[in-house]
T-cell receptor, first 113, second 106 residues
């Protein structure tokens, strides 16, 4: 099946710094990518949907100035958590839509200290 | 708006059959995905329903009733490795339901 690569798989950063997470579709072009946040023992919470070459669409309650999303090409989307704080610590996961199904990256465990 | 509900937890015995339900109220509904997610891992695709009826894929089957806003995932011949979370999602916005944690016991 199609492969979506997400990096880094885990990151620890200091409070106030920014962290960039990359999501790449390795063997297909993804016009739409999705970014999720997941808390322990909970489902995936959609943060935003990004389409190549246009601004991301953010879900209600998600701060677009804090979670910057760039979808510069058909194979790459990035999520930057700006001025990270401990409450931003979470599991972030991306997804890229293929012809029918959506494929997921491995996820990024972010810990802000 | 989108509202997708699932039971939070279920338990079953190895070798048994379990049905995981998903009810939805969504705007612009086009279909439903089912995914499996083991703890700490990425979700993996299980099935996809657009039309009413049953889609069978080996031990896993998924059913959809568009008029009732209802779907279920049927797991047969349960194995210990089936212990995981099962998530339904609308195919349009890829918004996920609350997820069901399934625990399979010997």
């Amino acid at each position: 099946g199609a492969v979506v690569s997400q990096h880094p798989s885990w990151v620890i950063c200091k409070s106030g710094t920014s962290v960039k997470i990359e999501c790449r579709s390795l063997d297909f072009q993804a016009t739409t990518m999705f970014w999720y946040r997941q808390f322990p023992k909970q489902s995936l919470m959609l943060m935003a949907t990004s389409n190549e070459g246009s601004k991301a669409t953010y879900e209600q309650g998600v701060e677009k100035d804090k979670f910057l999303i760039n979808h510069a090409s058909l194979t790459l989307s990035t999520l930057t958590v700006t001025s990270a704080h401990p409450e931003d610590s979470s599991f972030y996961i991306c997804s890229a839509r293929g012809q029918i199904e959506a494929f997921f990256g491995q996820g990024t465990r972010l810990t802000v200290v | 708006g989108q509202n997708i509900d699932q039971p939070t937890e279920m338990t079953a015995t190895e070798g048994a059959i379990v049905q995981i339900n998903c009810t939805y109220q969504t705007s612009g509904f086009n279909g439903l995905f089912w995914y499996q997610q083991h703890a700490g891992e990425a979700p993996t695709f299980l099935s996809y329903n657009v039309l009413d009826g049953l889609e069978e894929k080996g031990r896993f089957s998924s059913f959809l009733s568009r008029s009732k806003g209802y779907s279920y995932l049927l797991l047969k011949e349960l194995q210990m490795k089936d212990s995981a979370s099962y998530l339904c999602a609308d195919t349009d916005k890829l918004i996920f339901g609350t997820g069901t944690r399934l625990q399979v016991f010997p």
